[in-house]
Nanobody, 114 residues
């Protein structure tokens, strides 16, 4: 059984920064990619950033140049550095392992507001 625990969210002013973490634990034999999603109130969950086992990355157009995804394979942890935050970045952020598509953590709330 795989468990995902997100952390690092909070309230930040526009233009500020946050660093999210997602720790994966459990019966993990071969994690390939890790993904950050977000879901804003009344909206569908959307993919924010993606990183492969070889550190290839991809980002949603809305966060390119502002967000950076990284990983620590030894710790089965993925990070999301978020800079120049905007009010529209407000959402609950979740990580996911595509190898375990039905496993989700509790998410971490990010609120960008003055």
């Amino acid at each position: 059984q795989v468990r995902l625990v997100e952390s690092g969210g909070g309230l930040v002013q526009p233009g500020g920064s946050l660093r999210l973490s997602c720790a994966a634990s459990g019966s993990i034999f071969s994690i390939k990619a890790m993904v950050w999603y977000r879901q804003a109130p009344g909206k569908e969950r959307e993919l924010v950033a993606f990183i492969t086992s070889t550190n290839s990355t991809n980002y949603a157009d809305s966060v390119k140049g502002r967000f950076t995804i990284s990983r620590d394979n030894a710790e089965n942890t993925v990070y999301l550095q978020m800079n120049s935050l905007k009010p529209e970045d407000t959402a609950v952020y979740y990580c996911n392992i595509p190898l375990y598509p039905n496993t989700w953590g509790q998410g971490t709330q990010v609120t960008v507001s003055s």
